[in-house]
């Protein structure tokens, strides 16, 4: 964990790095949004120690590797250039590393080897006599080193030896040792001044300097306030912390300083503009006091006027300043006491669809059960209670009168174009939004605000939600719809709606349902396809009769080895046991993945990229070239996105506002590598995609309109 001047950053047990404050970089998930919350540093790597600058922010991963990030102002990243960096780059090459620190305008880092490096700015001389390094330079030839901290135009370090070294600029006496032991240096120094001693570990602030000895007692020079000290203090000279006890670590901030015992107290000191230090009215400015919180501590850090400190359990707790979000709370005022930073909610899965009125929804299942919505509330398809947009996620639940012993939890969500249906753990169903034609399948045509349950005598396995009908399936594997029917799209044999669940086919059984714009698909257990309803762009899969409609299943092709299907506004996309991927329907934006051309009366291959660029085409009998087969697929309105056996995340069509996740706006008529990471679950909408990966975090990006993404920034998103 690091607090910097105004954000901070701390790896998770799971090895994922997550940072919150301001941002012109240094946040690495690839924007420049404040964020008063923590977002997940945009990487594949997995972390172990971080360090928070002014400027920019620098981590080593699990393999010794030196990434940095952020404003690049003097070549404070170190990778060569000034170009501010909004997502990792790698530093030092191939070189391994031990320990990293950042301030001001510079980056110090020891290696493996115990060598000492260092770039940034270099008017003060702390880099040497030379002119500053946009790359790690070695500093001081041979010499071995313990520990380093960078502080404003200085950095001191602890040598192997034990000995404490210091170099830069030595306004407030930060860099004067005492003679006693060892000698002292004033002013601006080219070279390191010694001070002899059983160092093991030093922190710099902005004007001051504070290390730990061996025998477990810290010593601080330069400010005042800032050293621990309310009175006859000489800066020129360490003074010892004048409180008993055996202390492990101590971090200096810009205006305070914090120690921890090996009992775990934390004791803090110096400025408390913010209530960094203490909310102690009657408290005197520079002596040290206890933390009201009895912990213990495990770890601490000081920013710029925050604090942030990791319990024995390993959760984190920040107070003092939260203007920028640094606290990582949430929006809100300073804290006088620590509280706790939210961890990072994991999910099982999404599902997204767009809106009539143009904004898309997301709905998503965490792993304790709890079901989360956000974006367009048209209607009260959100189920919080309301028809007001959401930009972040808001907590469904049932009503009062329906919460019971075993029905608490959600297994899985489908969100419609002004509707939503949700399955509880307990295998009820539930439904919610515009009730138009009744496609809540309650009996009534009423808008419900809040869960509604359906069908209450029977338990269910899938549900889906279209425009304006919904399917589902039944835990005994039969097919359900209800809703509107214009194109024969609940299978019933007529063109009359429904408003309660109504039985397609009886006799058959189900594995699998996609509902689309006035049509429907859905697999049988013994692997064959089939659709009805509107047939307008081939959405049925029947070639010719283009307009007719199909008011009761029919079965689409020959194979009998369909495995998933799943539909967007007017296409549909299905899987086979070989892994291959077909798509049919409307394909004016590209969303059949086939490289362009009319729209498909029955299924087509997906084609797929090459290394070389030309495409290779898919067939029935053997799996996509390439990284491997298809896992899974996922489509939007517009767009389908696919998950490949390696996890990797691909998606084509419509694209007009990112939902591709490519980094560029055109629409692709073929697949085009998405978000990197490893991936589990998609949701599509009309604007937007959302996805879960394996470590369970949630992603969005596309458009942000009417908080479709579930935060205010515009692209490649965590949700938290």
């Not at 767009?354 to 989360?372: E, H, I, K, M, Y």
């Not at 398809?381 to 009062?400: A, H, K, S, W």
């Not at 605000?449 to 005598?457: E, S, T, Y």
């Not at 307008?536 to 007719?548: L, N, S, Y």
Request: overall charge negative.
């Amino acid at each position: 964990m690091a607090a910097g001047s105004a954000h901070t950053c701390g790896v998770r047990t799971d090895g994922s790095l997550w940072c919150w404050g301001a941002n012109d970089g240094k946040l690495g998930d690839g924007t420049r949004a404040d964020s008063s919350s923590p977002v997940q540093v945009r990487s594949v790597v997995r972390w172990k120690v971080v360090t928070a600058g002014s400027l920019n922010t620098c981590a080593i991963d699990v393999d010794d590797g030196l990434w940095c990030w952020g404003n690049n102002h003097g070549g404070v990243v170190g990778d060569g250039t000034e170009t501010t960096r909004l997502t990792p780059v790698k530093v030092g090459g191939e070189r391994r590393w031990r320990s990293v620190s950042a301030y001001g305008l510079n980056t110090c880092a020891i290696d493996s080897e115990n060598g000492l490096w260092c770039w940034g700015d270099n008017s003060d001389g702390q880099l040497g006599t030379g002119p500053g390094y946009s790359v790690p330079e070695r500093l001081l030839g041979d010499q071995r080193w313990l520990d380093v901290s960078v502080g404003w135009y200085r950095f001191c370090a602890v040598r192997a030896d034990q000995t404490l070294w210091c170099r830069g600029a030595g306004g407030d006496q930060q860099l004067r040792g005492d003679s006693d032991l060892g000698g002292s240096t004033s002013g601006e120094d080219e070279g390191p001044g010694p001070a002899v001693g059983r160092w093991t570990s030093v922190t710099t602030g902005y004007n001051h300097t504070c290390a730990l000895r061996a025998e477990g007692t810290v010593w601080c020079w330069g400010d005042d306030f800032r050293a621990g000290s309310s009175g006859n203090f000489d800066p020129n000279k360490p003074e010892r912390l004048p409180v008993p006890g055996r202390w492990l670590e101590v971090a200096a901030g810009d205006g305070h300083t914090c120690a921890r015992t090996a009992e775990g107290a934390l004791w803090c000191w110096g400025e408390n503009t913010s209530l960094q230090v203490t909310d102690l009215s009657d408290w005197v400015e520079g002596v040290p006091v206890r933390n009201g919180d009895p912990g213990p501590w495990a770890e601490a850090d000081t920013g710029g006027a925050h604090t942030c400190a990791v319990r024995a359990d390993r959760s984190l707790w920040c107070w003092g300043n939260s203007s920028l979000g640094q606290l990582g709370g949430g929006p809100g005022n300073d804290s006088a006491g620590p509280g706790q930073v939210a961890p990072p909610s994991q999910w099982i899965g999404v599902s997204g669809h767009g809106g009539s009125s143009g904004g898309g929804a997301s709905c998503g299942v965490r792993v304790d059960r709890s079901l989360w919505c956000w974006g367009a509330n048209a209607a009260g398809r959100l189920g919080d209670g309301t028809t007001i947009n959401r930009v972040l996620p808001v907590r469904i639940e049932l009503p009062l009168s329906e919460r019971r012993p075993g029905n608490n939890g959600w297994t899985q969500v489908s969100v419609g174009v002004q509707s939503t249906c949700a399955i509880r753990a307990d295998e009820s169903l539930w439904c919610w939004g515009s009730n138009s034609s009744g496609r809540l399948g309650d009996g009534t045509r009423v808008d419900r605000h809040r869960p509604v349950r359906i069908a209450a005598g029977r338990t269910w396995s899938v549900v889906r939600t279209g425009l304006s009908h919904t399917c589902a399936l039944a835990t005994d594997s039969s097919l359900w719809c209800w809703g509107n029917n214009d194109a024969g799209e609940l299978g019933i044999g007529s063109f009359a709606p429904a408003d309660v669940p109504v039985r397609v086919e009886p006799g058959s059984s189900w594995s699998d349902v996609a509902v689309g714009y006035g049509f429907t698909c859905g697999t049988r257990t013994g692997g064959t396809l089939w659709c009805w309803g509107s047939n307008v762009d081939g959405r049925v899969g029947q070639p010719g009769a283009v307009d007719r409609s199909y008011p009761v299943p029919t079965r689409v092709g020959t194979a009998d080895t369909w495995r998933a299907i799943r539909t967007g506004y007017f296409h549909a996309c299905a899987s086979r046991a070989d892994r291959s991927l077909w798509c049919w329907g409307e394909n004016r934006r590209g969303q059949l993945g086939d490289g362009g051309g009319p729209s498909g009366h029955e299924p087509r291959p997906v084609l797929e990229r090459t290394g070389s660029g030309s495409l290779a085409e898919a067939s029935s009998d053997r799996s996509l070239s390439g990284p491997g087969g298809w896992l899974e697929v996922f489509t939007g309105s517009y767009h389908t996105c696919g998950i490949r056996e390696d996890r990797s995340l691909w998606c084509w069509g419509d694209n007009e506002n990112g939902q591709l996740g490519d980094g560029t706006l055109p629409m692709s008529a073929q697949p085009v590598r998405s978000v990197p990471g490893a991936w589990r679950s998609v949701g599509a909408n009309k604007l937007s995609t959302c996805a879960v990966d394996l470590r369970g975090s949630l992603w969005c990006w596309g458009d942000l309109r009417l908080g479709a993404l579930g935060r205010v920034v515009p692209t490649g998103v965590r949700v938290e």
